[in-house]
């Protein structure tokens, strides 16, 4: 492929947290991705991007402990990630997946509790600092005077603030999300990236996100690593990797790439098509 090739692909050091080193991963006995090593960047926003069924979020469930590769492992600060007990794990590492459900008749304040879980001993008592980590977290994602209201209730926008806010109270230095902006409308999912960006850059949480929008991934992320038939085709920092060449030997979309005004990063200009008949003001 012309563009960024494997062999220039911009690797983090070796002392990453959060590590993949030649993963088999599948479901059942359909693979996806053989062979597959990557490091997540300490510090950084990632966003994994690439074509539909291409492998993002199966990685980002390996990397989070909820599939079991079939061969290679994942490190977690030096350590397979399967040598540690599951509360260990959720003490390390927070994990928004695709689809959450909460518990029918549940309230706000009670769902981001939950994620105070991993730190509570065998007989559960709730302690200050579970208060503080609750109160911390609902305030960081806005949803504070939310508290009391029903999740149930609550707008799309709404419950997936809920969602990080009890993903941010299990205080984990890496916090994972699978395609956090589905089904949100365009101002929620620049509202949640802008959340996930201040969290990063704030509060020096690792990020990691599944996204779908390149030009989202461009303007958010300080690392971007894109997929294609379940292998990592190049990796590295957007406006260093995403070219014209790229995206349509990717995702076969003819392009333009130019500067974006507002955040000065990589935006892909689709070029029109003329086989379709241009509509009439």
């Not at 090593?37 to 199966?58: E, H, L, M, Q, R």
């Not at 994990?95 to 304040?109: E, K, N, T």
């Not at 980590?133 to 149930?152: H, K, P, Q």
């Not at 957007?238 to 500067?259: H, K, M, Q, Y």
Request: some cysteine; aromatic content about 4%.
């Amino acid at each position: 492929m012309t563009g960024a090739s494997i062999d220039m692909i911009k690797r983090p050091s070796a002392a990453a947290r959060l590590q993949a080193r030649d993963l088999t991963i599948g479901y059942d006995r359909r693979v996806i991705s053989e062979s597959l090593s990557v490091d997540v960047p300490d510090g950084a926003f990632t966003v994994i991007v690439g074509p539909n069924a291409c492998g993002k979020s199966t990685l980002l469930r390996a990397l989070s402990r909820l599939l079991t590769p079939t061969a290679g492992t994942v490190l977690l600060d030096g350590k397979a990630i399967t040598s540690y007990p599951a509360k260990e794990v959720a003490r390390r590492l927070g994990l928004l997946p695709q689809s959450s459900i909460a518990p029918d008749g549940i309230r706000v304040g009670d769902l981001v509790a939950r994620g105070r879980y991993p730190h509570q001993k065998l007989i559960r008592q709730w302690s200050a600092a579970d208060e503080a980590a609750v109160v911390e977290a609902m305030a960081a994602t806005g949803v504070t005077e939310l508290s009391s209201r029903l999740v149930d209730e609550l707008s799309g926008g709404q419950r997936q603030r809920v969602w990080v806010a009890m993903v941010l109270a299990q205080q984990t230095p890496l916090v994972l999300l699978d395609e956090p902006t589905t089904f949100l409308d365009i101002a929620h999912q620049i509202d949640l990236l802008d959340l996930c960006a201040r969290l990063n850059r704030e509060q020096g949480h690792t990020m990691v996100a599944v996204l779908h929008d390149l030009n989202h991934a461009c303007r958010y992320a300080d690392h971007l690593i894109v997929m294609k038939d379940g292998r990592i085709v190049t990796e590295g920092v957007p406006s260093d990797v995403v070219t014209a060449d790229l995206v349509e030997n990717v995702f076969g979309l003819a392009c333009r790439i130019i500067d974006d005004p507002e955040s000065h990063t990589p935006l892909v200009i689709p070029l029109v098509s003329h086989s379709k008949p241009r509509p009439r003001g």
